[in-house]
């Protein structure tokens, strides 16, 4: 059964930090360009980076670049996004995604910039 489980979301202030995960299960991870989405409330969903099989290229929206570093661990199967200097418009649902052929998505995280 192929699981993508989101982490590490919540509310923090502008300017701050948070570390997102996605843990994966069920298909040849290594084998999968990952990548991080979000969507805010009535807009569309957006693609925020991007990391190919193994982290030798990664590719950022650019409202994020700069900000955001999107990493993988091929060992534990996880992806990661590090957000520095959050700001208001970062408010959104943030999803994993997996993609080979096949694309599988996670539930979602929420991240919540506000003083």
């Known amino acids: 059964q192929v699981q993508l489980v989101e982490s590490g979301g919540g509310l923090v202030q502008p300017g701050g930090s948070l570390r997102l995960s996605c843990a994966a299960s069920?298909?040849?991870?290594?084998?999968?360009?990952m990548r991080w989405y979000r969507q805010a409330p009535g807009k569309e969903r957006e693609l925020v980076a991007g990391i190919g099989y193994y982290a030798y290229s990664t590719n950022y929206s650019d409202s994020v670049k700069g900000r955001f570093t999107i990493s993988r661990d091929n060992g534990k199967k996880t992806i990661y996004l590090q957000m520095n200097g959050l700001k208001p418009e970062d408010t959104a649902m943030y999803y994993c995604?997996?993609?080979?052929?096949?694309?599988?998505w996670g539930q979602g995280t929420q991240v919540t910039v506000s003083s």
């Open positions: 069920g298909f040849t991870f290594s084998a999968y360009v």
């Open positions: 995604n997996a993609l080979r052929g096949n694309e599988y």
